[in-house]
């Protein structure tokens, strides 16, 4: 079956750092999706990518989706504490009818 | 005020006993889903259904049970057959007119095992 992974599974930088985490599908996606949990919550919608090569921006949020369909990353400029939590992305793909979820990258950001 | 809302917040379960995780959701979806997080882990898919009366195993289903009786509705029980039931169970619901089927997510419930 479609599977998603993602790197790194953690991370930990201080603020006012660059963070990245990228997503990679074993099939072509239709759609990525990426959501953020906070620590003690449960995972919130932040954005959704179609197109191949597409890039979204919010705020100090960038989100890329690849050429081939098959992989996403998204990228924090300038970190800040309230950046904490673990970020997932999801893809919808080939013949499936349900979104399948990364493994989730968890973000520490210190002072 | 819409949304997914889930109860109870935590529920502690003794060996041996079926437990039963309540997900209502008022945003008139069409699809629901359960899925269990252990702890720094990801979420694997337990049950989902797409319409009412109407429901598939997910990656992770033994130990589990479903139904669908009503759209509002998607109750999880935890069997005894689940051997290692201690985890935080997320519910989510989609619409099958929303892009990609962008799921929201219910507050969740912590099971413990005593």
């Known amino acids: 079956g479609q599977q998603v992974m993602q790197i790194p599974q953690y991370q930990h930088v201080q603020e006012g750092e660059d963070f990245t985490t990228y997503c990679n599908s074993s099939?072509?996606?239709?759609?990525i999706q990426w959501y953020k949990q906070r620590p003690g919550g449960h995972p919130v919608f932040l954005i959704q990518?179609?197109?191949?090569?597409e890039v979204k921006k919010q705020k100090r949020l960038t989100f890329q989706f690849g050429e081939a369909k098959k992989n996403s990353s998204l990228h924090i400029t300038a970190t800040q504490t309230t950046d904490v939590g673990t970020y997932f992305c999801?893809?919808?793909?080939?013949?499936?009818?349900?979104?399948?979820f990364g493994t989730g990258t968890r973000l520490q950001v210190t002072l | 005020d819409g949304g997914i809302t889930q109860s109870p917040k935590y529920l502690f379960r003794k060996e041996g006993q079926n437990v039963t995780l309540s997900c209502e959701q008022n945003?008139?979806?069409?699809?629901m889903y359960w899925y269990r997080q252990d702890p720094g882990q990801g979420l694997r898919l337990i049950y989902y259904?797409?319409?009412?009366?109407?429901?598939q195993k997910g990656d992770i289903a033994e130990g589990y049970s479903v139904s669908r009786e009503k759209k509002e509705s998607f109750p999880l029980t935890v069997t005894s057959a689940q051997k290692n039931p201690t985890a935080f169970y997320l519910c989510?619901?989609?619409?099958?007119?929303?892009?990609?089927?962008?799921?929201?997510f219910g507050p969740g419930t912590r099971l413990l095992v005593l």
């Open positions: 989510a619901s989609s619409s099958h007119d929303s892009p990609g089927e962008t799921q929201y």
């Open positions: 099939t072509t996606l239709s759609n």
């Open positions: 990518l179609v197109k191949s090569g």
């Open positions: 999801a893809g919808l793909g080939g013949t499936a009818s349900k979104l399948t």
């Open positions: 945003l008139n979806h069409d699809a």
């Open positions: 259904s797409q319409i009412v009366n109407d429901f």
